[in-house]
């Protein structure tokens, strides 16, 4: 059965103090990999898209890897307005989109 | 683009009776997608249309829910009878084509449903 599997579950930085989110995946053959951010009371919004073992993508703050098992997302010298909830999905036979329960990111002052 | 459109923002009810949640999709969207989001269990997938087609819906709960696309511009996900287990927030996404980095899942911004 295809499956997503993130972790931490919910994560308290400093600001400034980097880190990285995990997301592990496991489905049969696996068209892409996305990350998406979810801020309260809104829908998520896509950050990445990563389709092969080795690839990255950066975005500001933010860059995602990706091997064959699953797919980090560092984030460097976090800010107060990176706080959110940050989800991992990855897209499996057809169309068919899977999500990851999330990981919810608290930056402090 | 005004983006994805979901009504009602809130909804709240009481057990047994029928709600109708509506979405309009970006126009020139192919792909509509119903998620249901709760702590417990995530976003899960309901069903996915393609051309106004319902393509998979395997994620539907049981016959309690449907969901219809009449035409490009207008989804309805119907829940008939309600049970407080079907509290959630119910997000639409639509895509402009086969998945891929340039066109991802566009999200509203959900209808949260309480039932009593």
Redesign the interface.
Known sequence: EDQVTQSPEALRLQEGESSSLNCSYTVSGL??L?W?RQDP??????L??L?SAGEEKEKERLKATLTKKESFLHITAPKPEDSATY?C?V?AR?????????TRLHILP | DAGVIQSPRHEVTEMGQEVTLRCKPISGHDYLFWYRQTMMRGLELLIYFNNNVPIDDSGMPEDRFSAKMPNASFSTLKIQPSEPRDSAVYFCASSPDRLTANSPLHFGNGTRLTVT
């Open positions: 068209r892409g996305f998406y009371g809104k829908g998520p919004e896509f990445f898209t389709y989800l999905a897209q057809y169309d068919k989109i899977i999500f990851g329960k999330g």
